[in-house]
T-cell receptor, first 113, second 111 residues
Framework: AQSVAQPEDQVKVAEGNPLTVKCTYS??????LFWYVQYPNRGLQFLLK??????LVKGSYGFEAEFNKSQTSFHLKKPSALVSDSALYFC???????????FGKGTRLSVIA | GAGVSQSPRYKVAKRGQDVALRCDPI?????LFWYQQALGQGPEFLTY????????KSGLPSDRFFAERPEGSVSTLKIQRTQQEDSAVYLC?????????FGPGTRLTVL
């Protein structure tokens, strides 16, 4: 069975500082990994994905994530946080094909001016 | 349209009422998914269609939940005899290949 863990319910960073939102996963086959962001009263917005290839994936709004197979992690990063990045972030995994995504519980990111 | 749309955006139902939630996927997207997101939780899978075929309904919590996509485009999620525990945001997503694109969701509140 697939599972995703986001160990931090909340992350707070100062504007301009780097941010990391952690995610670890468990999947039986090759992982397909995703990050989504959710703003209040809006649907999930796709940020980036890892399917295969380079372990460092670049996505929307300056975000990137690093796939680490040995640590089964896919942490989301951004070099310089913006106040507008404050939102709820979800990591998700599936084991290939068009199978359903399994989501983590989410991490609330607060960027303080 | 440019994205996935869902209607209504908000629905308040009295316990025991039936509700129907609509999803309009991105044109041409073969796959359609429904998820349920309870307050403070991540989305949880309900059911999946490929065209008009419902290939997986393992996430539907009870036989009060029913989904259809008769022409392989618009989908409807129906909940019969709603209960308070059905209160959640219901998200629809469509995909052609790779990443799924989510609609804004329908927030269902059962009183």
């Amino acid at each position: 069975a697939q599972s995703v863990a986001q160990p931090e319910d909340q992350v707070k960073v100062a504007e301009g500082n780097p941010l990391t939102v952690k995610c670890t996963y468990s999947v039986s086959g090759n992982p397909y990994l995703f990050w989504y962001v959710q703003y209040p009263n809006r649907g999930l917005q796709f940020l980036l994905k890892y399917i295969t290839g380079d372990n460092l994936v670049k996505g929307s709004y300056g975000f990137e994530a690093e796939f680490n197979k040995s640590q089964t992690s896919f942490h989301l990063k951004k070099p310089s946080a913006l106040v507008s990045d404050s939102a709820l972030y979800f990591c998700a995994v599936r084991d290939g094909g068009n199978t359903p995504l399994v989501f983590g519980k989410g991490t609330r990111l607060s960027v303080i001016a | 349209g440019a994205g996935v749309s869902q209607s209504p955006r908000y629905k308040v139902a009295k316990r025991g009422q039936d509700v129907a939630l609509r999803c309009d996927p991105i044109s041409g997207h073969v796959s359609l998914f429904w998820y349920q997101q309870a307050l403070g939780q991540g989305p949880e899978f309900l059911t999946y269609f490929q065209n008009e075929a419902q290939l997986d309904k393992s996430g539907l919590p009870s036989d009060r939940f029913f989904a259809e996509r008769p022409e392989g485009s618009v989908s409807t999620l129906k909940i019969q005899r709603t209960q308070q525990e059905d209160s959640a945001v219901y998200l629809c997503a469509s995909s052609l290949a790779g990443a799924k694109f989510f609609g804004p969701g329908t927030r269902l509140t059962v009183l």
